[in-house]
């Protein structure tokens, strides 16, 4: 178990640890908050357009960080669907939805570690 640090620091009332968390190949990061962000804009709005628009992201963005997430997985999790009267949009795959899930379990236990460590800095 680390050593507490508390004694080195200044002012470790105000402090706390902090971090990002992300999943990632030897290619580099394919899945975190961005990525996980648009696949839940996706679902809600059943488009890559409107997804990246409430986003303030380009859609050649969305597509790339689309595209990146689908190399990495063994089964699409977005999919284009043919157009109808007003055209056509994208749908999350199960895994898609599954990748949301898995995320948010993983966000969670990140966010307690990181709580129960900020605690251990004060105490």
């Keep these: ?11 470790v009332g105000d402090m706390k640890i902090n ?3 992300w999943i990632e190949s030897p290619d580099g990061r ?3 908050p961005g990525p996980i962000e648009l696949l839940e804009r996706i679902a809600e709005t059943g488009s890559i357009s409107n ?7 380009s859609y050649k963005k969305a597509w ?10 063994t ?14 949009g994208s749908v999350l795959t199960d895994e898609g939805h599954e990748l949301i ?12 570690f990181l709580q129960k ?5 004060k105490s």
């Design 51 to 57: 997804a990246a628009k409430a986003m303030n992201m």
């Design 117 to 121: 460590e900020s605690k251990k800095l």
């Design 1 to 11: 178990m680390a050593k507490s640090i508390k004694h080195i620091l200044k002012q």
């Design 30 to 32: 394919f899945l975190g």
């Design 75 to 88: 089964i699409p999790v977005v999919m284009p669907q043919a157009g109808g009267e007003k055209g056509g």
């Design 101 to 112: 899930k898995y995320h948010r379990q993983l966000r969670k236990s990140f966010a307690d």
């Design 64 to 73: 790339e960080l689309i595209n990146n997430l689908n190399a990495h997985t």
């Design 19 to 21: 971090g990002s968390l």
